[in-house]
């Protein structure tokens, strides 16, 4: 039980590229998560889904998109590379949307 | 609105010193809650959780947190805390709306 992976760990961007943050999880839950966590600033919500087809945007979904085409699989596509996205990215995933969160290693991403 | 609040946003504490990180939040109906904790280069992970009954919950490592209801609090104390325990904290809150966040409180442990 691998739990919530997330690909890759570190990426250095040059603005303006594209790339996607993959995030897979084995544990069956319908409520997936992406997060960025910037120093000092907590974990802010970037979208969320809850379940296979369904998302919605979080508190700051802006420079980002998603799609949920499985259950396992959740990933987050940065289509114009902004220095502003520099930051570290969590995935997330919960059995029930108001229960414990798991989570990925996460992804630093770089903006240059 | 709900939030979160944690004021304290850095600590630093030797070790054998008594730790109490405060949480305060402010959700409407009912409410669960949480403290995440996240080791250096690591992702969180859940420290502890309240959802109802005893108002003193323990969790793992010798960490327990008191849920008072009056006062909007949940407070997160270890009665030692060691120079393993240096990570950043995260209170959270579940419920009817949205989960959210604090802010964390980073805390680092002298040997």
């Known amino acids: 039980n691998a739990g919530v992976t997330q690909t890759p760990k570190f990426r250095i961007l040059k603005i303006g590229q594209s790339m996607t943050l993959q995030c897979t999880q084995d544990m069956n839950h319908n409520y997936m998560y992406w997060y960025r966590q910037d120093p000092g600033m907590g974990l802010k919500l970037i979208y969320y889904?809850?379940?296979?087809?369904?998302?919605d945007k979080g508190e700051v979904p802006n420079g980002y998109n998603v799609s949920r085409s499985t259950t396992e699989d959740f990933p987050l596509r940065l289509e114009l590379a902004a220095p502003s996205q520099t930051s570290v990215y969590f995935c997330a995933s919960s059995r029930d949307p108001t229960e414990t969160q798991y989570f990925g290693p996460g992804t630093r991403l770089l903006v240059l | 609105a709900q939030s979160v609040s944690q004021h304290n946003h850095h600590v630093i504490l030797s070790e054998a010193a008594s730790l109490e990180l405060g949480c305060n939040y402010s959700?409407?109906?009912?409410?669960?809650l949480f403290w995440y904790v996240q080791y250096p280069g690591q992702h969180l992970q859940l420290l502890l959780k309240y959802f109802s009954g005893d108002p003193l919950v323990k969790g793992i490592k010798g960490f327990e947190a008191e849920f008072i209801k009056s006062k909007f609090s949940f407070n997160l104390r270890k009665p030692s805390v060691q120079w393993s325990d240096t990570a950043e904290y995260f209170c959270?809150?579940?419920?009817?709306?949205?989960?959210?966040f604090g802010t964390g409180t980073r805390l680092k442990v002298l040997a």
């Open positions: 959270a809150a579940s419920g009817t709306y949205k989960y959210i």
């Open positions: 889904s809850v379940g296979a087809g369904i998302t």
């Open positions: 959700y409407g109906g009912t409410v669960n």
